[in-house]
């Protein structure tokens, strides 16, 4: 059979094994585990091992894991007459049950299991999901199934009193985050070589379960016969959060999931008193001798015990915070309950300070993926050549504005380059005053067009919002074209801006945060009529919608059939590098020019325009709008499919979506599950009950499954009544 897999084997020798057969086979300097399991064995449990210690291969971290060896006709799991073989390629190391671990040895642990539940954080199996009696979360069903056979008196008060106290924990594990893990890091399973922790093995009980259980599960038989080992379990406690998060809630749960692990072993153990392995009863005295000393001590102050120390980490966490409180500008937020400190990006993924993988549903500034190499690439070429003004004559400027302008509808014709979405309006602003001679400005209420004082001054978002001073008696408001509004449309325009007259409308042709409101057939030509009919010229804020965002159209504005006589651009342009742009008709370039210079020192720069270019160049070539109209399609389907009254709405276009939620609490604790599962969301919309998806356009479907899983999994923990915060 060995030969399927390319193998000449030289000595081939029997190993105990619980399940499969196993067998030790030396190949000149090669050497494997052949493990062949019953032909009755569950090959969907198997693939998923497989599929596991594939990822972690693609993945590698801090401790080793079996490689799986691939047959000579490409296949891993092979079907032979008595089984279905597999063959791993042998990694070095002893398991530690005889030996122990010491302080250092058991930090280790921890830190290797803290990296391996990052590694595994994005990776999704069908099986996992399964029925596992040794998945901590069924901890008080496998334990009451076989808890006839304990016979010993004291051993069954010891296990009742476990019981009691898993049971008064239980609830609060739902709510913890959950992935999958490898479940089983147990004492012959976990590898040393020369005295450092450096392998794990048999992923036969891999399963979606809480991420803490992977550390509970380490720390019990770290803590075996240890002469204190509470300070042994710590020491793995502290090595997880050198690698990995170890929130309040989690830190909690850890007595609670140590216990359970403790109260599974010692009744599967008496349920399988007669199998005759001698190990068994070793770890199931220890097991007993360690449930015992929990149970008698103190157990609150052992849990604080476990879970103090001041971990590298966090020190690192926490001293950025303080550096930020000390140097930054409070009115600067952060994300999320516990900010992430982010140091890598590529495609549509972020990574944090410890290597964990983040899905980036939020970026729409990274357009076309974070650290593009085509985009950098230009940058960095054109940064090491030159970099002026537009004071000089320059080809890049010249060709960066003739591509934007042939983007734009005919008759938009002229490029001003600025440096930001915020001062494109604000240059879009001054040319509407200038060209009319009005200063009046309409704007939907929920509007955002940038951070200074002109753009709060028309921003309900920010003159409505915390802080806001309210409308100035310059700006006219319509209401937001949520769904329905298009009804006496015309009415609520024409009382609300004035005959008067006015310079511009500003306006978003899906209005992000307000909430991503897609304005209804007719609602923005009404608009754009009224106030030209004043005079006033039309301003298509695209800092966020453009560059293909919607995918079937370069510009949202397109969707609506309507034509602006300004488009402002931003955020995508320079996929991270600073760069806005203002496109407007001939007419209005001119009527601005009236004789005071309009000089932007950045504005236009040829390294700005290289990377312009590069990310125009990068759109086309990779076929991102169509990308955008695929996935995001098959995305608003999935979501759609979401069974759960709480979802009040799915919308959008393209890759700007907005999945509407019941109410603020739910889309907060949603956002935070989704965050704990790697998945990265904002949210906004004058309620915070929207969810913003706006991922970089590399966005794939796989990218989608799992922000989709990710979504109705935090629904289904944010849930019901029963586990959900209230
Ligand atoms: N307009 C819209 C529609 C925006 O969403 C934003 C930024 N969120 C801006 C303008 C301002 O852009 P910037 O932050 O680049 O100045």
């Known amino acids: 059979m060995l030969r399927h897999f390319g193998v000449d084997a030289d000595e081939i020798v029997p190993l105990p094994g619980e399940f499969d057969r196993n067998y030790h086979v030396v190949a000149g300097d090669d050497v494997y585990i052949l493990k062949i399991s019953p032909p009755d064995a569950d090959v969907d449990e198997i693939s998923l091992q497989h599929a596991v210690l594939q990822h972690l291969q693609l993945h590698p971290g801090r401790l080793a894991t079996p490689r799986a060896v691939e047959a000579l006709n490409g296949m891993e799991l092979l079907e032979v007459s008595d089984g279905i073989a597999r063959l791993l390629a042998y990694i070095d190391g002893a398991p530690y049950a005889d030996a122990g671990l010491d302080a250092e040895q058991a930090y280790e642990l921890g830190a290797g299991l803290g990296d391996l539940v990052n590694r595994l954080a994005g990776f999704r199996h069908p099986t996992a999901g399964r029925y596992h009696p040794w998945n901590a ?15 010993d008196r004291r ?12 049971t008064t924990h239980e609830r609060a594990l739902w709510d913890l985050p959950h992935q999958i893990i490898h479940g089983d890091a147990n004492d012959l399973n976990v590898l040393l070589t020369d005295g450092r922790v450096t392998g794990l093995i048999d992923f036969g009980d891999t399963v979606h379960s809480v991420r803490i259980a992977e550390l509970a599960v380490g720390c019990t038989y770290a803590m075996f016969d240890a002469v204190d080992p509470v300070t042994i379990g710590a020491a793995v406690v502290r090595g997880w959060r050198s690698t990995t998060d170890l929130t309040n809630a989690e830190a909690e749960a850890l007595l609670p999931l140590i216990v359970a692990r403790l109260a599974t072993s010692v009744t599967v153990a008496a349920s399988r008193r007669d199998d005759g392995n001698p190990h068994n009863q070793v770890s199931e005295r220890s097991a007993w001798d360690l449930l015992e000393r929990l149970m008698a001590g103190d157990r ?14 966090m020190t690192e966490r926490s001293e950025l915070l303080a550096r930020r409180a000390e140097y930054l500008g409070s009115a600067l937020s952060l994300s999320y309950d516990e900010p992430i400190h982010m140091v890598r990006g590529l495609g549509a993924h972020l990574y944090d300070a410890r290597g964990a993988d983040f899905l980036d549903c939020v970026n729409n500034v990274c357009h076309v993926g974070h650290s593009h190499p085509k985009v950098v690439e230009a940058a960095s070429r054109q940064w090491a050549t030159l970099n002026t003004n537009t004071r000089y004559l320059h080809p890049a400027v010249l060709d960066y504005a003739e591509r934007l302008a042939a983007l734009c509808p005919p008759g938009l014709d002229v490029v001003y380059l600025v440096n930001s979405g915020s001062e494109a309006n604000e240059l879009a602003l001054r040319m509407a005053r200038t060209a009319t001679g009005a200063r009046d400005v309409v704007v939907f209420a929920d509007g955002y067009h940038g951070n200074t004082s002109a753009m709060v001054d028309i921003s309900g978002y920010k003159f409505d919002g915390p802080g806001g001073a309210g409308k100035p008696e310059w700006v006219h408001v319509v209401d937001t074209p949520i769904e329905g509004r298009s009804v006496g449309w015309a009415d609520h325009v024409a009382e609300r801006v004035p005959s008067s007259g006015v310079a511009a409308l500003f306006a978003e042709s899906i209005i992000g945060c307000g909430g991503q409101i897609v304005p209804e057939a007719g609602v923005l030509d009404t608009l754009y009529r009224a106030v030209r009919e004043t005079g006033g010229v039309v301003v298509a804020d695209e800092v966020q919608t453009g ?14 059939d309507v034509v602006p006589d300004i488009v402002t651009m931003g955020k995508p342009m320079g996929n991270g590098h600073p760069l806005g742009a203002v496109v407007t008709t001939r007419a209005i370039a001119e009527a601005f020019d009236n004789g005071m210079e309009y000089f932007n020192t950045f504005g236009g ?3 700005s325009a290289a990377v312009g270019l590069a990310v125009l160049d990068v759109i086309e070539e990779e076929g991102l709008r169509q990308n955008a109209v695929e996935v995001g399609s098959y995305l608003v389907d999935r979501l759609r499919a979401i069974e759960d009254d709480r979802i009040v ?4 276009a393209g890759l700007f979506l907005g999945i509407q939620l019941v109410d603020a609490a739910t889309t907060k604790a949603v956002v935070e599950y989704a965050k704990a599962d790697h998945v990265l969301l904002s949210i906004d919309g004058p309620a915070h009950d929207v969810i913003k998806i706006k991922p970089p356009l590399v966005f794939t479907n796989e990218d989608a499954d799992r922000l989709v899983d990710a979504v109705t999994y935090a629904l289904a923990t944010t849930g019901t009544a029963r586990f959900g915060p209230t």
């Open 137 to 151: 979360l069924n901890a008080l069903d496998t334990v009451a199934a076989r808890r006839h056979h304990v016979l």
């Open 155 to 166: 051993h069954q008060d010891v296990l009742d009193e476990a019981v009691d106290y898993i």
């Open 300 to 313: 609150d102050a052992i849990a604080v015990e476990l879970a103090t120390g001041t971990p590298p980490l």
């Open 547 to 560: 560059f293909g965002r919607v995918g079937s159209h370069w510009w949202s504005f397109e969707l609506h």
């Open 605 to 607: 720069n040829p390294v």
């Open 649 to 652: 709405d799915v919308r959008g």
